[in-house]
C-alpha cells in the first residue's frame, strides 16, 4: 500500500515540475511601443497624430503575442526627448519601456502634398525592420499606407495574418447615356432655396408639429440644447431653445406625435460618462416641459411595416456600447419598457436600421449601416443579399466605449475608444410610385474613416432604391461641404410643398472655441 501511494506521489510531483516547466517556458508576449508621428506642417494635425497611434495599436495588437504599451506611458517617456524623434531616440526611448520593437514615423504636409515615412525597429538589434513610405495630393493616400504598413508587420514580423473587412466590389456603370439620364433627374435644382448659419457644431435634427397648429417645426440639437425654430416671412426664426441639465451629451433626436394629441414630442437621446441619461419634450402651451426623464434607452423614431411610426430603444452597458436587442418602447408611468423586441441580423442597433417592403410582395428587408459604414441589405430570414462597395453616412457624434480602450488587454488611462453614432437613415417614396427610398448621407473624409478623429470635407444625401440586385441612387443633392449631420424631407416652409432640409458641419468642435454649423433648404417641387 505504501509503495503504491509513494509511486503516484512520484507520478504527481513530476507532472507538477512539467507543468511549471511547461508554464516557465510558454513565450511571453512581445511588447511593442508606438511613438507619436512627428508633425510637419503649417496647422495643428493633433487629431492626425492621435488617430495614427491609435489606428496602428488596434492594429498590431494581439492577445498573448502583442502587447501594445499604453500610450499615455509612451508619451510621458517620450516627453523627455526634445526635438524631433529619430533613430536613435527612439531606441532609447524603447529601452527605457521594456518594448522589443518601437514604431516611428513623421508626416510633412507641404500646400496639397502629403508624405508619411514610417518605420518599425527592433530594440535589441537596432534594426529597421519594415518601413512605408506614400506621398500623395491630399490626405487620402495616409490611410491606406497606415493599413499597409500594418498587414506588412503583421506578416513580415509577428508572422500573423490579418483579414481584413471584406468589401464588396464597386457596382459597375450602367451605358453613359443612362447614367448622365438619371443623374440630370435627380440633381435637383443648382442652388439652395435657404441658408441660415450657427456657430456651435449640430449633431442632429428632424421636423414636426410641436405646438399643434398644423405648422411644422425644425428641431435641431448640439451637445446640451435643444433648438426649436419656425419660420416667418421668409426665414427661419428661434422659437425656444432648452439647455440640458447634468453635463448632458445629446446625440440623437426625432420628432414625432406618438401620443396622438396632435402636438409631436421630441425625443432626444443623451449620454452621461457609462450611462444613458435620454429625455422627452412637449409643448404644454407655454413651453417645451420635460416628460420624461432620466431614460435608460437610446431612443429613436422609425417607421415599422404594419405599425407606422414607431418609437425603438436599445440599452447601452456601462461605459460600455450598445446592448442587447433593440425594442419596441411602450409608455409606463413616467417612463417607458420593452414591448418587445426588433428582429435585426446582428450587427444592427437602434440607430442604423430601417425595415421595407421593396418589391410589393410582402418580404421585409433590413438596410442598414454596419460598424465599418458599409450599406447592407438583408432579407427576413437575416441572409445578407448586398452590401456596399463604398463608404456611406459618416457622423460626427460618438459613445466612449471603455470595454475598447487601448489594445484591451493591459489597463489604460484613456477613457475609451469612440464609438461613432450611425447616420440618419429613413424611408420615404419621393416619387409616389409605391416603392419607397433609403435616404441616407454619404460623407466624404480627407482621412477616411480615421480612428477616434474624423474632418469630412463634404457630404450629399443620396435616395437609393432596390432594384432586386443592389441598393442604386435615384437622386441625390448636391454635393456640401463639411459633414451632413442631419436631414429630413418635409414642408419645412409650410407652403405646401416638398423641401430637403440638411444640417450640415462645416467646422468641428475640436478645431478649438471654432465650429460652425448650418442649415440648407432645397425645393424639391
Given at each position: 500500500m505504501r509503495r503504491r501511494v509513494t509511486i503516484?506521489?512520484?507520478?504527481?510531483?513530476?507532472?507538477?515540475?512539467?507543468?511549471?516547466?511547461?508554464?516557465?517556458?510558454?513565450?511571453?508576449?512581445?511588447?511593442?511601443?508606438?511613438?507619436?508621428?512627428?508633425?510637419?506642417a503649417d496647422r495643428d494635425l493633433t487629431f492626425l497624430q492621435e488617430g495614427i497611434m491609435d489606428m496602428l495599436s488596434s492594429r498590431l495588437a494581439w492577445k498573448g503575442r502583442v502587447e501594445v504599451i499604453e500610450k499615455g506611458k509612451v508619451k510621458k517617456i517620450v516627453a523627455d526627448f526634445p526635438g524631433p524623434l529619430d533613430k536613435e531616440k527612439a531606441l532609447e526611448i524603447g529601452k527605457l519601456l521594456g518594448a522589443d520593437y518601437v514604431v516611428l514615423g513623421s508626416l510633412t504636409v507641404f500646400g496639397q502634398s502629403v508624405s508619411m515615412d514610417a518605420k518599425i525597429l527592433d530594440v535589441s538589434k537596432s534594426d529597421a525592420l519594415v518601413t512605408a513610405f506614400d506621398q500623395s495630393e491630399g490626405m487620402d493616400g495616409v490611410i491606406p499606407t497606415i493599413n499597409q504598413f500594418a498587414?506588412?508587420?503583421?506578416?513580415?514580423?509577428?508572422?500573423?495574418?490579418?483579414?481584413?473587412?471584406?468589401?464588396?466590389?464597386?457596382?459597375?456603370?450602367?451605358?453613359?447615356?443612362?447614367?448622365?439620364?438619371?443623374?440630370?433627374?435627380?440633381?435637383?435644382?443648382?442652388?439652395?432655396?435657404?441658408v441660415q448659419r450657427f456657430k456651435f457644431e449640430i449633431t442632429g435634427l428632424d421636423v414636426g408639429d410641436l405646438d399643434g397648429d398644423g405648422k411644422n417645426e425644425i428641431v435641431f440639437i448640439d451637445k446640451d440644447t435643444v433648438y426649436v425654430y419656425k419660420w416667418r416671412k421668409g426665414t427661419f426664426f428661434q422659437f425656444m431653445t432648452v439647455k440640458g441639465s447634468w453635463s448632458p451629451n445629446y446625440i440623437y433626436v426625432s420628432v414625432a406625435d406618438l401620443d396622438g394629441n396632435g402636438r409631436a414630442?421630441?425625443?432626444?437621446?443623451?449620454?452621461?460618462?457609462?450611462?444613458?441619461?435620454?429625455?422627452?419634450?412637449?409643448?404644454?402651451?407655454?413651453?417645451?416641459?420635460?416628460?420624461?426623464?432620466?431614460?435608460?434607452?437610446?431612443?429613436?423614431?422609425?417607421?415599422?411595416?404594419?405599425?407606422?411610426?414607431?418609437?425603438?430603444g436599445q440599452e447601452r452597458a456601462t461605459a460600455g456600447t450598445y446592448m442587447g436587442d433593440v425594442h419596441v418602447l411602450k409608455r409606463k408611468g413616467n417612463g417607458f419598457s420593452s414591448a418587445g423586441p426588433v428582429k435585426l441580423p446582428r450587427v444592427g442597433n437602434v440607430f442604423n436600421f430601417v425595415l421595407a417592403d421593396f418589391d410589393g410582395k410582402g418580404d421585409i428587408y433590413t438596410t442598414l449601416l454596419d460598424p465599418y459604414e458599409y450599406l447592407r441589405v438583408y432579407d427576413q430570414k437575416g441572409e445578407e443579399l448586398w452590401k456596399s462597395?463604398?463608404?456611406?453616412?459618416?457622423?460626427?457624434?460618438?459613445?466612449?466605449?471603455?470595454?475598447?480602450?487601448?489594445?484591451?488587454?493591459?489597463?489604460?488611462?484613456?477613457?475609451?475608444?469612440?464609438?461613432?453614432?450611425?447616420?440618419?437613415?429613413?424611408?420615404?417614396?419621393?416619387?409616389?410610385?409605391?416603392?419607397?427610398?433609403?435616404?441616407?448621407?454619404?460623407?466624404?473624409s480627407k482621412t477616411q474613416r480615421l480612428s477616434d478623429m474624423r474632418w469630412f470635407s463634404s457630404g450629399k444625401i443620396h435616395f437609393m432604391t432596390w432594384d432586386g440586385v443592389s441598393l442604386i441612387s435615384r437622386w441625390t443633392s448636391r454635393k456640401l461641404s463639411g459633414a451632413a449631420v442631419g436631414y429630413k424631407v418635409d414642408d419645412v416652409d409650410n407652403d405646401g410643398s416638398l423641401e430637403l432640409v440638411v444640417a450640415s458641419v462645416t467646422k468641428e468642435s475640436y478645431f478649438l472655441g471654432m465650429p460652425r454649423s448650418r442649415i440648407v433648404v432645397y425645393d424639391l417641387e
Amino acid at each position: 500500500m505504501r509503495r503504491r501511494v509513494t509511486i503516484l506521489l512520484s507520478i504527481l510531483m513530476f507532472g507538477l515540475a512539467l507543468l511549471q516547466t511547461g508554464t516557465s517556458l510558454a513565450k511571453k508576449p512581445k511588447k511593442l511601443a508606438i511613438l507619436p508621428f512627428t508633425m510637419n506642417a503649417d496647422r495643428d494635425l493633433t487629431f492626425l497624430q492621435e488617430g495614427i497611434m491609435d489606428m496602428l495599436s488596434s492594429r498590431l495588437a494581439w492577445k498573448g503575442r502583442v502587447e501594445v504599451i499604453e500610450k499615455g506611458k509612451v508619451k510621458k517617456i517620450v516627453a523627455d526627448f526634445p526635438g524631433p524623434l529619430d533613430k536613435e531616440k527612439a531606441l532609447e526611448i524603447g529601452k527605457l519601456l521594456g518594448a522589443d520593437y518601437v514604431v516611428l514615423g513623421s508626416l510633412t504636409v507641404f500646400g496639397q502634398s502629403v508624405s508619411m515615412d514610417a518605420k518599425i525597429l527592433d530594440v535589441s538589434k537596432s534594426d529597421a525592420l519594415v518601413t512605408a513610405f506614400d506621398q500623395s495630393e491630399g490626405m487620402d493616400g495616409v490611410i491606406p499606407t497606415i493599413n499597409q504598413f500594418a498587414q506588412d508587420i503583421n506578416a513580415r514580423i509577428m508572422g500573423r495574418r490579418v483579414r481584413e473587412p471584406a468589401r464588396a466590389a464597386a457596382p459597375k456603370k450602367a451605358e453613359e447615356g443612362a447614367l448622365i439620364s438619371v443623374e440630370r433627374d435627380f440633381e435637383g435644382p443648382a442652388k439652395p432655396s435657404y441658408v441660415q448659419r450657427f456657430k456651435f457644431e449640430i449633431t442632429g435634427l428632424d421636423v414636426g408639429d410641436l405646438d399643434g397648429d398644423g405648422k411644422n417645426e425644425i428641431v435641431f440639437i448640439d451637445k446640451d440644447t435643444v433648438y426649436v425654430y419656425k419660420w416667418r416671412k421668409g426665414t427661419f426664426f428661434q422659437f425656444m431653445t432648452v439647455k440640458g441639465s447634468w453635463s448632458p451629451n445629446y446625440i440623437y433626436v426625432s420628432v414625432a406625435d406618438l401620443d396622438g394629441n396632435g402636438r409631436a414630442e421630441i425625443y432626444v437621446s443623451s449620454l452621461g460618462n457609462q450611462d444613458v441619461s435620454s429625455v422627452v419634450l412637449e409643448w404644454d402651451g407655454n413651453k417645451l416641459k420635460k416628460i420624461a426623464g432620466w431614460l435608460k434607452w437610446l431612443m429613436r423614431v422609425v417607421d415599422l411595416p404594419g405599425k407606422g411610426k414607431t418609437l425603438v430603444g436599445q440599452e447601452r452597458a456601462t461605459a460600455g456600447t450598445y446592448m442587447g436587442d433593440v425594442h419596441v418602447l411602450k409608455r409606463k408611468g413616467n417612463g417607458f419598457s420593452s414591448a418587445g423586441p426588433v428582429k435585426l441580423p446582428r450587427v444592427g442597433n437602434v440607430f442604423n436600421f430601417v425595415l421595407a417592403d421593396f418589391d410589393g410582395k410582402g418580404d421585409i428587408y433590413t438596410t442598414l449601416l454596419d460598424p465599418y459604414e458599409y450599406l447592407r441589405v438583408y432579407d427576413q430570414k437575416g441572409e445578407e443579399l448586398w452590401k456596399s462597395g463604398e463608404y456611406f453616412g459618416g457622423s460626427l457624434a460618438y459613445m466612449l466605449d471603455a470595454e475598447q480602450v487601448g489594445t484591451g488587454d493591459i489597463p489604460m488611462a484613456d477613457p475609451g475608444r469612440r464609438v461613432f453614432i450611425p447616420s440618419p437613415v429613413f424611408l420615404i417614396d419621393l416619387d409616389k410610385d409605391g416603392r419607397q427610398e433609403v435616404v441616407i448621407c454619404q460623407n466624404h473624409s480627407k482621412t477616411q474613416r480615421l480612428s477616434d478623429m474624423r474632418w469630412f470635407s463634404s457630404g450629399k444625401i443620396h435616395f437609393m432604391t432596390w432594384d432586386g440586385v443592389s441598393l442604386i441612387s435615384r437622386w441625390t443633392s448636391r454635393k456640401l461641404s463639411g459633414a451632413a449631420v442631419g436631414y429630413k424631407v418635409d414642408d419645412v416652409d409650410n407652403d405646401g410643398s416638398l423641401e430637403l432640409v440638411v444640417a450640415s458641419v462645416t467646422k468641428e468642435s475640436y478645431f478649438l472655441g471654432m465650429p460652425r454649423s448650418r442649415i440648407v433648404v432645397y425645393d424639391l417641387e
